[in-house]
T-cell receptor, first 114, second 112 residues
Framework: DTGVSQNPRHKITKRGQNVTFRCDPISEHNRLYWYRQTLGQGPEFLTYFQNEAQLEKSRLLSDRFSAERPKGSFSTLEIQRTEQGDSAMYLC????????????FGPGTRLTVT | GIQVEQSPPDLILQEGANSTLRCNFSDSVNNLQWFHQNPWGQLINLFYIPSGTKQNGRLSATTVATERYSLLYISSSQTTDSGVYFCAVSLAGGTSYGKLTFGQGTILTVHP
């Protein structure tokens, strides 16, 4: 299976700790998106990359959040000094730039901050 | 930003029943997608349908872009159809193309 993969699938951390998530997109996809989904809500856009360039960031992405996509392949999302409000499912999606209407989502990383 | 509203928020059906889910959006869009989120959280693409009608097996969707709504029809529902159905849209042009705005979802429960 060459779909979008995310690691870890689950992460439990204590408030104040830093966490990093990884997303591996479908290999030929040059666009990569991060979304966050809290309980009972739809996913909310966080940021996206075209190749290695970060083209847009949501206001939801506070200065404690940083995302990278070195070499335009996998991406990492880091949250520093985690807060309980950061508890959510973090979803990654990828697409071809010319077919961005076909975003394929990974299984997500569920973060619990205690 | 663009607003996306889905109705109903919850829907309970007996197996074999038909249903219609609705998505209203507040602005002109060039991308509208329907997703199914299974109980494990995986989002599955159902339709890319910025306008017109499409069918895929027991599912079909219609978008009337000029009136800013879309409908998802599920016929002869099965227990495996249970989950959350999301409508998501994006605006045309510039660097925002592809950024999806999701509705709140419709939670569908199909009982055997």
């Amino acid at each position: 299976d060459t779909g979008v993969s995310q690691n870890p699938r689950h992460k439990i951390t204590k408030r104040g700790q830093n966490v990093t998530f990884r997303c591996d997109p479908i290999s030929e996809h040059n666009r990569l998106y991060w979304y966050r989904q809290t309980l009972g809500q739809g996913p909310e856009f966080l940021t996206y990359f075209q190749n290695e360039a970060q083209l847009e960031k949501s206001r939801l992405l506070s200065d404690r959040f940083s995302a990278e996509r070195p070499k335009g392949s996998f991406s990492t999302l880091e949250i520093q000094r985690t807060e309980q409000g950061d508890s959510a499912m973090y979803l990654c999606a990828s697409s071809l730039a010319m077919r961005s209407y076909e975003q394929y989502f990974g299984p997500g990383t569920r973060l619990t901050v205690t | 930003g663009i607003q996306v509203e889905q109705s109903p928020p919850d829907l309970i059906l007996q197996e074999g029943a038909n249903s219609t889910l609705r998505c209203n959006f507040s602005d002109s869009v060039n991308n509208l997608q329907w997703f199914h989120q299974n109980p494990w959280g995986q989002l599955i693409n159902l339709f890319y349908i910025p306008s017109g009608t499409k069918q895929n097996g027991r599912l079909s969707a219609t978008t009337v872009a000029t009136e800013r709504y879309s409908l998802l029809y599920i016929s002869s529902s099965q227990t495996t159809d249970s989950g959350v159905y999301f409508c998501a849209v994006s605006l045309a042009g510039g660097t925002s193309y592809g950024k999806l705005t999701f509705g709140q979802g419709t939670i569908l429960t199909v009982h055997p």
